[in-house]
């Protein structure tokens, strides 16, 4: 039997009542949730798995169970809120408003 680290213990520990909020697909989104939970005044970790479902290493943003209603609420509301900016950005970067609008005709 393999014998594990206090270390081990020490992060097993921090983590119990912890629940996962949401995986990040890489650190700096993980990172991101992590401070936008914090800010929020919801204590957060971020603990990577060994292997998700396709194989990769899955990035997950935990939080106590208590508050995991609230957390997955500023979570989506910032989702949502950035998939809108980039909608927005996407819109204006397409429209051609030196096109024909501003041609004079003489």
């Given at each position: 039997m393999a014998k594990r680290s206090k270390k081990e213990h020490k992060s097993?520990?921090?983590?119990q009542g912890f629940v996962v909020v949401a995986f990040a697909k890489d650190w700096e989104q993980a990172?991101?949730?992590?401070?936008?939970?914090r800010v929020n005044d919801i204590p957060a970790v971020i603990g990577a798995q060994e292997k998700g479902p396709e194989g990769a290493k899955?990035?997950?943003?935990?939080?106590?169970?208590?508050?995991?209603?609230?957390?997955?609420v500023i979570i989506e509301s910032q989702n949502a809120y950035d998939d809108y900016y980039d909608f927005a950005m996407e819109e204006e970067q397409d429209?051609?408003?030196d096109s024909d609008l501003f041609q004079d005709d003489y």
């Open positions: 097993e520990a921090k983590l990172r991101d949730y992590e401070t936008l939970l899955e990035i997950a943003v935990m939080v106590p169970e208590e508050s995991l209603d609230e957390a997955h429209s051609d408003f």
